[in-house]
């Protein structure tokens, strides 16, 4: 892995600790103020501030330290968590958000002395307010009790002594003792260290040996070992330190170089420095003795009548009891849960760390080629059972088999691709906050379904439009507080964000409580702009649906907040391009509320087979509303040229597909065949004249633009069960290129 | 030594574990990746090892439940754990020292400074 593609790791990693940060303040605010919601947000920024500091990103690192200390303070409680304070820690956060967004695409870091000022401020303000709990770190010296237990236990166990330690002992001294007399200072200048290890030392898995030879490598000459604590061989302890060193360091290494080396050592190892001094003499633990009085634990052991077998336990049982009492709430962790003495009900803490455990990064490139391959085998499996069709074996148990293995792995495999929605709605509060400051307006936000998963590109790209009907949400359906108390409405509004899995779509909905769209103002403005004639009749779901049309959304979206320059026509073309559909849903005075469909997946999507003279074809389903065999009448001449279907009193265009794309068509008149009535983006409601409707089923989309070459009114090919290709209809293409602009229903 | 020396890396950050990884397996050390303390026991439930490396601020069991469990057990208890660390103050290492810990890197940690660490304490 090369240290760029680490670094991508890195960001992507950001991104997860801004969300987690971000739902952590989130349920602050919400008042879930728990010590594992504080944590989390703490951990979140402290994971970026490690990170930053390794990849060099000296402004994000600086940032977050100051962001990560006033966190450390809320979390040991020197900081009380008020509403004002939730809220500056939003915007730090936000910052954070900015400059992990500096640091990845290295532009100028944003500037936070404002930022750093207020939280520093934050902290000072509080400085007085350190609790009792806000003690050193434990003593040590209530250590030595659970060590006396377990030393003592040790050495009951006599199968430990099994091992020469005689001829040990000769090794371990000889190593220093050997070269040279004893004594003997090394040639040139030097100094004198002392040290003897106590039995804390090799507890913690040091090994002082090692330490030694560091000393060594450092040009230091062992002057003297002392043995003289060394106690008979029944009552030795091998996690006792019983030996004490004198060594003479050239003076060309510091005593600084020389003291880091037992640096965390720290108490477990007397240290004296100077020829005057002499090896630190070390209180050997008591129970280390076989004199020593048995503590509590053994002594209970030793009244057992198999006093070996029950000892050799003990050190097992003195253990957890240490572990215990070292990871419960000390002074600055007060509110750190006690993790140590169980791990069970740590793990269920927080489950949900446990997927991001188990999962693995892969190339996209190889998903995609995956789900490609998959695609060709549904093909493939219905090309099989047609073929067999004619072979009288297609009811055949294999055949089934195969058939739902087939349909299991494909969605296997389109699962991969798919992520939880979260990912987009973690943005939106942040959306939020930067509008409460530009427009005044408070929004509340609810969010339900953010686990519901979709394809993993749907979900990139549709955090545009989401954005920016949010920013229209706000800014044109919420009331101002003034208005909405006067509505008789709560002055802060909410915006209710959901989505849900429904038969084999994702339907998102962005919901304001608000005004709702003032249908007057918006027909007189598309009047005004020529988008419908003066004098049209629209239903109030067609007024609505003009705020979609070119051209409507760009005068009137006088502030600077929706209005950035893109429309909520390219809103919907966006969404339309991922293969959805967005439908508005307005209440006056109740609110607006506007219903994505998107497709699962844009590899696959569900159409209609239909026959249009030899051709088959297929039409998306997204854009059907209905298919119907006209009977007498309900088809109405239009001029020479054009016919109109009578659909419950609605007169829609009919467009005879086989002509438009050339192919001969077998129905010469609408009630020859069958239409389909389709709804398009940007010319309302259609009749597609078909033959006949064949199937309705999955298919899987072949660019025809890479594999021929863009074809108007064709929106791509698909392989069918027989192998033959159909081509799919671009049902807005095709129905905005039969019908003159004046002849579109909403027009 | 004649053998590699087995290497338990333990950190919550994919970033660092990555970090680490290139570090060490660079300088012929064998590295194993654990998320948590969680996964860094089940890991060490069936593996053997030599140096567990651990970071401190982990999700579900952190680094000083971590050496404490290690500590408490038998299979792996004098085993040397070095603690990833942000912060090198005094009253940390004594709680790492409370805890358990061998020693300590200090993050940003240099390669060179990582390896030296890992050479003192493997024994």
Redesign the interface.
């Known amino acids: 892995m090369s240290p760029e593609e680490i670094q991508q790791i890195f960001f992507v990693e950001c991104e997860e600790s801004l969300a987690a940060a971000e739902a952590g303040l989130a349920a602050c605010r919400a008042g879930t103020q728990d010590a594992d919601t504080v944590n989390g947000v703490f951990r979140a920024v402290h994971s970026i501030k490690g990170g930053a500091g390794a990849f060099g990103y000296g402004a994000l690192q600086a940032y977050t330290h100051t962001f990560e200390t006033l966190l450390s303070d809320v979390r040991e409680g020197l900081v009380e968590i008020a509403p004002p304070l939730i809220d500056l820690l939003l915007r730090a956060l936000d910052t954070l958000a900015d400059h992990v967004e500096a640091a990845r695409e290295g532009g100028d870091a944003p500037d936070d002395a404002g930022l750093i000022a207020e939280m520093e401020g934050a902290m000072a303000a509080n400085a007085g307010n350190a609790p009792q709990s806000a003690a050193p770190a434990p003593s040590p010296v209530e250590e030595p009790v659970q060590v006396d237990a377990q030393a003592a236990a040790a050495s009951d166990d006599e199968e430990d002594l099994e091992i020469d330690l005689d001829a040990l002992l000769d090794d371990l001294t000889a190593d220093f003792d050997a070269p040279g007399s004893p004594a003997e200072a090394p040639q040139g200048e030097s100094w004198q260290l002392h040290l003897r290890p106590r039995a804390g030392a090799m507890r913690n898995g040091n090994e002082p040996l090692l330490m030694l030879r560091d000393v060594a490598e450092l040009g230091g000459t062992c002057l003297h070992c002392d043995v003289g604590q060394v106690p008979q061989l029944d009552s030795f302890d091998v996690a006792q330190g019983y030996l004490g060193w004198t060594f003479a360091i050239p003076d060309t290494v510091s005593e600084e170089r020389v003291r880091d080396i037992f640096d965390f050592i720290g108490d477990d190892c007397a240290i004296a420095v100077g020829a005057d001094e002499r090896i630190p003499d070390v209180e050997l633990d008591a129970a280390a003795t076989p004199t020593a009085a048995p503590s509590p634990a053994v002594a209970a052991s030793n009244g057992n009548s198999q006093p070996q077998e029950a000892g050799a336990p003990a050190p097992e049982e003195a253990r957890p009891l240490q572990s215990v009492e070292t990871s419960a709430p000390v002074g600055a962790d007060a509110n750190t849960p006690p993790t140590g003495g169980k791990p069970a009900a740590a793990a269920g803490a927080q489950p949900a760390s446990q997927g991001a455990g188990q999962s693995i990064r892969i190339d996209l490139y190889k998903l995609d080629r995956l789900i490609d391959l998959v695609g060709e085998l549904v093909i493939a499996q219905a090309m099989l059972v047609q073929r067999l069709d004619g072979v009288h074996v297609n009811a055949s148990e294999e055949l089934s088999l195969l058939e739902s293995l087939t349909r299991d792995i494909q969605e296997s495999a389109m699962s991969i691709r798919a992520q939880p929605i979260a990912s987009v709605f973690s943005r939106v509060p942040r959306i939020l906050r930067d509008l409460a400051t530009s427009t005044g307006k408070h929004v509340r936000l609810e969010v339900h379904g953010e686990s519901t998963e979709l394809d993993k590109t749907v979900i990139e790209r549709l955090g545009e439009p989401l954005t920016h009907l949010i920013r229209n949400a706000v800014d044109h359906g919420i009331e101002k507080a003034e208005d909405r108390i006067a509505a008789g409405k709560s002055p802060e509004g909410t915006l209710t964000l959901a989505a849900e899995h429904r038969s084999g779509r994702i339907v998102i909905s962005i919901a304001d409580d608000g005004a709702g769209i003032n249908r007057k103002v918006v027909l007189a403005k598309a009047i005004e702009k020529g988008i419908v004639g003066p004098d049209a009749q629209l239903s109030a779901e067609e007024i609505d649906n003009l705020i979609f049309a070119p051209g409507f959304s760009t005068a009137a979206q006088i502030s600077n907040i929706s209005g950035r320059g893109v429309g909520m026509d390219v809103v919907r073309q966006n969404v339309k391009d991922l293969g959805g559909r967005i439908t508005i849903e307005s209440t006056p005075g109740k609110g607006t509320a506007f219903i994505l469909t998107m497709p699962l997946t844009l590899a696959i999507s569900d159409g209609m087979i239909v026959n249009v003279g030899d051709q088959t074809m297929v039409v998306p389903l997204a854009h059907v509303v209905e298919s119907l065999r006209p009977g007498e009448g309900d088809v109405k001449g239009l001029g020479s040229q054009r016919q109109m279907l009578n659909v419950r009193g609605q007169f829609i265009p009919v467009i005879t597909l086989g002509r438009e794309l050339g192919a001969a068509c077998n129905a010469t008149t609408p009630e020859e065949g069958v239409l389909i009535v389709v709804d398009t983006e940007s010319a309302g409601q259609a009749a597609l004249l078909v033959d006949d409707i064949q199937d309705q089923r999955q298919f899987v989309i072949k660019s025809l633009a890479t594999n021929f070459r863009p074809v108007e009114g064709v929106a791509g090919a698909t392989i069918l069960g027989d192998g033959r290709v159909a081509l799919i209809v671009d049902v807005d293409g095709l129905v905005a290129c039969a019908l003159p602009s004046h002849e579109r229903q909403a027009a | 030594m004649s053998k590699n020396t087995r290497i338990l890396t333990v950190d ?5 574990r ?2 680490l ?2 570090a060490l397996s660079t300088n012929g050390f064998e590295v194993s990746q654990a ?5 860094a ?1 089940e890991w060490l439930a069936v593996n053997e090892v030599d140096v567990v490396i651990t ?1 401190i ?6 680094g ?2 971590l050496i ?2 290690v ?4 299979r792996h ?5 070095l603690v990833l660390t ?1 912060e090198s103050s005094d ?1 940390k ?12 890197i200090v ?3 240099d390669t060179e400074k990582l390896v030296a660490a890992v050479r ?4």
């Open positions: 919550d950050s994919a970033s660092m990555a970090l990884n290139h998320d948590d303390g969680v996964s026991l970071d601020n982990m999700p579900r069991l952190d000083f439940g404490e469990q500590r408490g057990g038998t208890r004098d085993r040397p754990i942000t009253e290492k004594a709680r790492a020292r409370a805890a358990g810990a061998t020693g300590w993050k940003p940690f003192r304490v493997a024994h």
